[in-house]
């Protein structure tokens, strides 16, 4: 199987390279970007061939592509990979708006190809063993979550996390998306309701003319009576040992379960960088992902994180916006 990754925006498609080389089977075709000077750099540096366009590396017949775009452009990647007749899986958040996530949609849908969206922690090791047992029953009746998905701002990383026209929102748009896509997973129930408050206390030195927001809170209501709370605030400062992490707190009848994404690191120090930081050594949770991407193709059944889930979280998330600007709840 032939994967190619168009473009070297969004900074997982670092690790997806290695991940995609790491698979049996599977050959990566080969990378492009809008970006020449981006992509010839990634190029360089992973030894991999690039292509001076998208429609150059799909008409290179790959079997699939990973979206990696700045937010704004995954409708028109994912619909010219549907027209190619090739399998995608997109990052996260699927899109800015609605309209965009349901055309990408029906474009996959029209071609009879996969569409799959980035929410790798569907496969991280502890939130899957969490969700087993659940859904063994083992906690009882559930009540509640506390949930948090924190980060540095993505300045270092990726500028155009800042921007609004790129990244369509901020800290909202940037980590709620996972969090709601992992609590519909473990509660097989849908959002009925969104609170949310916002600000830009944090890194207001470091963008002093942001049009987003860097703090966020929301309040989640969902059909079965279960509600979660969700920080998403780039809280996190620059000499932070890592971009951020994901946790929560379930609230169930029997008990409380305390989940940490990333507890499994080692931290370093180094005389050369004057920081700390985080060597993660725990299982991949990209590596789970892009298996189950390519398993998904290979046995011609959905992937489990799919194109529907990312509209789903998508929602959510712009219904936080709404919430924030009119300082009430938005029923779904």
Known sequence: ???????????????????????????????????????????????????????????ARPDAVLVCSENNHHRALVEMAADARVHVL???????????????????????????????????????????????????????????????????????????????????????????????WYLQSQV?????????????????????????????????????TIDCSWNKPPYYPTWGGLTFEMVSERGVVLVDAFKQNLVTYRHASQRAAWDYWGSDANQAMLDEFVAAIREERPPRATGEDGLRALEIALAAYESAATDKPVRL
């Not at 080389?21 to 050959?27: F, H, I, L, Q, S």
Request: with cysteine; net charge negative; hydrophobic share 50%.
């Open 1 to 59: 199987m032939k994967i190619g990754i168009l473009s070297f925006a969004h900074l997982h498609a670092e690790a997806y390279i290695q991940n995609v080389r790491a698979m049996p089977g599977v050959e990566l075709l080969g990378i492009a970007d809008d970006d020449a000077a981006r992509g010839q750099h990634f190029a360089q540096t992973f030894g991999a061939r690039y292509f001076d366009s998208y429609a150059a590396l799909l008409a």
């Open 90 to 184: 997109s990052e996260k958040p699927l899109a800015t708006n609605l309209a965009d996530a349901r055309a990408m949609l029906e474009a996959c849908e029209r071609a009879n190809v996969k569409l799959m969206t980035a929410f790798p922690m569907r496969f991280s090791a502890p939130l899957l063993e969490i969700k087993t047992r659940l859904d063994a029953n083992e906690f009882g009746r559930v009540y509640a979550f506390n949930a948090t998905n924190q980060g540095q701002a993505p300045l270092q990383h990726r500028a155009w996390f800042v921007d609004k026209d790129l990244a369509g929102g901020g800290a909202v748009m940037d980590h709620t998306v996972h969090l709601a896509d992992v609590l519909r």
């Open 192 to 228: 009925v309701e969104v609170y949310a408050q916002t600000n830009r206390i944090l890194y207001a030195r470091e963008i002093p003319d942001a049009r987003v927001e860097t703090g966020g809170l929301l309040m989640l209501t969902f059909a079965n009576g279960v509600f979660a």
